[in-house]
């Protein structure tokens, strides 16, 4: 089983390493890092089973750090995709202190909350840049571009994608992992069972940060520019809606899905407004769909599904 | 004057906690010895739960102390209780319906971070105890109540706990699991482990304690003791 899920998280690649279109390799890239922000999100709705509807709070400061520190000139931009990282690191952290104690619906408000208020921040930033000119607001911030052609940039996040999604197979299958499986399902049978649950819940939130910030950084390196609408609802709901689709909580299913809507939404060029009605139809059909499989199984709990996260 | 070590490994002293404007425990005070088995005899809503919630850290109390022998545990997190070694069973089981059985014993063991070789041995060894050797790479939907029952205990015996308290370990156990359960306990007892157990009526429990605690409205209205008891 583990070996074949290891294989299909090295799909992407393959698909990357044949493209020759300059146009697809260039969809691909984005791809690729939309799909590594939705594993994120997976690892931590699916293995700790906590659903957040502000996962575009850590891509967004991701995509922000790593254009500021690549456009500032501070850091090369492989390098601010480091800084990326870690700024997701600290958002989703700070969502998960923020959360470490509440459950299902108030946490998922509360994550839509602290990504609104990162939006509106966001916003309101003003930033000095090189030139004497002020970048932020609506505009977002520029970021320099990674030095790689369309080919180098789509194998590039398709090599993070699969080594993300086999770094999450072995988490999710570790100590850590059963801890956040265990807490997920019932957090007063895992404190019993002498789990740290808001140690473990915050360790996931930054785990799933980290990677959602790697991939906003990924964006922002790729696209020339960390835009305000990353931090969107769209995003969060993108997660949510893929995420679940893809099988809640198995790693690769969700990766793999989010690759291919990814693809699919650039190919068609589906504009944000229509995008974000897309991904709140998906949700709805996700949620009712997992709601009628528990009623037509009784007696076995789903495996998957957003209403038993 | 004695200090809480001498006093006994669990002392419980004025506890009080109200819950929606209720007293579910009533400056309630209790002192379980090291090696006995004391049960808890109340009927629903006499704060059974309620206290065995706050001596495992599910719940704070408003007023009073937890000792756990010199160790003040008051309003400790649930985790860093059974850290401690009180290990707890549920009134209605919990388990992750997902996870196997021997997974359910895997995470109660990590706090403990032992080499893989005596994680193997205290698994089979709580496996052998509770009679789970059949089920141990099931599922948890697929077991029955008796083995659930089993598994909770395991699963707490498991975290290395020097003082077990079982919240209605007989509740929904057929005749026919009866006997294995009292059994099972009372060999857990005979090892030398510490006991709180909590029933609605005291005829089980007459069976396997040394003294009985009579819970009314919160606080002990009596302490018979046991025929046979080992302590006062």
Sequence with gaps: ?309 | MRSPAEEGLLRVEGLVRHFHGVAAIAGLTLILHRGESLGLAGGNGSGKTALIDIITGFARPERGRVWLGSQDVTGWPAHRIVHAGIGRTFQTPRVAPQLTVEQHLQAALLHRRLARQRELRETARAVELMDLGGVRRRETWALSAAQVRRLEIARALITGTRLLLLDEPFAALGPDDLPAMISALRRLHTEGLTMLVAARGDGLLQALCDRIAVIEAGSVSRIPRAAGSRHA
């Design chain 1, 1 to 309: 089983m583990i070996v074949w899920q290891v294989a299909a998280a090295f799909l992407p690649l393959a698909i990357a390493m044949a493209a020759q279109d300059r146009f697809m390799l260039a969809i691909l890239a984005v791809a690729g890092a939309q799909a590594l922000f939705v594993s994120g999100w997976d690892f931590l709705g699916g293995v700790s089973g906590q659903i957040s509807l502000g996962h575009a709070l850590p891509f967004g400061a991701g995509a922000y750090a790593a254009a500021f520190l690549s456009g500032w000139g501070l850091v090369p931009p492989g390098v601010a995709l480091v800084g990326g990282a870690l700024a997701g690191v600290l958002a989703g952290a700070l969502q998960g202190m923020l959360g470490a104690r509440l459950h299902r619906v108030a946490l998922a408000l509360l994550t839509l909350a602290t990504a609104e208020a990162g939006r509106e921040a966001a916003r309101m930033l003003r930033v000095p840049w090189p030139g004497g000119i002020i970048v932020g607001g609506n505009g977002g911030l520029p970021a320099a571009a990674l030095p790689l052609d369309e080919a180098a940039a789509a194998r590039l996040t398709a090599v993070m994608l699969a080594a993300a999604l086999t770094s999450l197979l072995w988490v999710s299958r570790s100590r850590l992992g059963l801890a956040l499986r265990l807490a997920g399902a019932d957090a007063r049978l895992a404190g019993a069972s002498g789990i740290d649950v808001a140690g473990v819940r915050i360790a996931a939130f930054a785990i799933g940060g980290g990677l959602a910030g790697l991939a906003g950084g990924l964006v922002a390196s790729l696209t020339g520019r960390a835009a305000l609408t990353l931090l969107s609802l769209e995003w969060s709901l993108f997660a949510l809606a893929v995420g679940s689709a893809g099988g809640l909580g198995t790693i690769v299913g969700p990766g793999l899905l989010a690759y291919a809507f990814a693809v699919a939404l650039q190919w068609l060029d589906v504009p944000g407004t229509a995008r974000l009605s897309l991904f709140a139809t998906l949700a709805i059909i996700v949620t009712v769909g997992a709601a009628a499989g528990v009623r037509t199984q009784p007696s076995r709990p789903r495996r998957s599904g957003i209403l038993n996260a």
